[in-house]
């Protein structure tokens, strides 16, 4: 898995553990609901202004997206 699948879970996985849809995120960064659907697949790599919004937006630290070890090859 590389960074960005890791990325793209942990975003999905927070939002639904929240019970929030595509459309609220997609409002909270100022997004198309069809660009949360590509960060959540991994096709498209978030931009750190949006990941910043989004971890504010869910009440995690940044860092709640990025695993504590390195990744290979990354």
């Known amino acids: 898995m590389s960074i ?5 879970r942990r975003i999905k996985g927070k939002r639904m553990a929240l019970g929030l849809s595509e459309d609220d995120i997609a ?19 978030i931009p750190a202004d949006h ?7 869910m009440d995690v630290p940044i860092s709640y997206f ?3 070890a390195p990744f290979p090859g990354d």
């Open 27 to 45: 409002k909270a960064i100022g997004v198309e609901r069809g660009q949360v659907m590509e960060y959540e697949r991994a096709t498209a790599r």
């Open 4 to 8: 960005d699948q890791h990325v793209a």
């Open 51 to 57: 990941l910043l919004r989004l971890s504010q937006f």
């Open 66 to 68: 990025f695993p504590s």
